[in-house]
């Protein structure tokens, strides 16, 4: 299958609202954040479009796939020391990796074309940390996924400000449990429902 990068959108945008609607009909499917970070990349490693292995430059006999999970920001940022985190999950272009070698891609020198940063149960600061990891690396195509089991007890204020800080963010995907129901924010909507 040939990669087209606005078929990849669609399907990572769908992936992601999927598993918003997954947790919110079973939000203890997931105990730890990592295990949605998994529920995702197979979502996501189901497509055709996201398939496959793709050879890296200088040996024909070495490849990588689209898909990773824990590769290395862009851009240090200044809070790390100098040092460069990791994104959650990323999907590669094809076509930087052709003109990438190994010692790229073990150094996470290959710039990802998506990048998606979630979490589970924590303080809106690390959603607000998120996004700043997204712009520090200046990524275009960089999701936000934060969701809130029913457990949390999430206060009206700490809800009135997530709501206000995610308005007209498109690339933040929400679920919150508020008075006895989710409060939900898919990609691309301006509020949540």
């Not at 996924?145 to 204020?157: A, C, D, G, R, V």
Request: hydrophobic share 35%; net charge neutral.
């Amino acid at each position: 299958m040939v990669y087209a990068q606005k078929t990849v959108k669609g399907i990572l945008e769908a992936a992601i609202n999927s598993l918003v609607d997954n947790f919110t009909c079973e939000p203890y499917i997931h105990r730890c954040e990592h295990s949605i970070h998994c529920e995702l990349y197979t979502m996501l490693a189901a497509h055709r479009a996201l398939q496959g292995m793709y050879p890296l430059k200088g040996d024909p006999r070495r490849h990588t796939a689209l898909i990773h999970k824990e590769w290395p920001e862009t851009k240090p940022r200044p809070e790390k020391n100098g040092r460069r985190g990791n994104f959650d999950l990323v999907i590669l272009d094809p076509e930087d990796i052709k003109g990438k070698g190994t010692d790229a891609f073990r150094s996470g020198d290959i710039k990802p074309i998506f990048v998606v940063e979630m979490g589970l149960n924590y303080a809106l600061e690390h959603l607000k940390s998120d996004y700043d990891k997204l712009e520090n690396s200046q990524c275009h195509d960089g999701y936000l996924i934060h969701l809130w089991q029913p457990f949390k007890n999430f206060t009206s204020e700490e809800f009135s400000e997530l709501r206000d800080w995610s308005k007209g963010k498109p690339c933040v995907a929400a679920a919150v449990f508020m008075k006895n129901r989710f409060q939900v924010k898919h990609l691309n909507d301006n509020d949540f429902a």
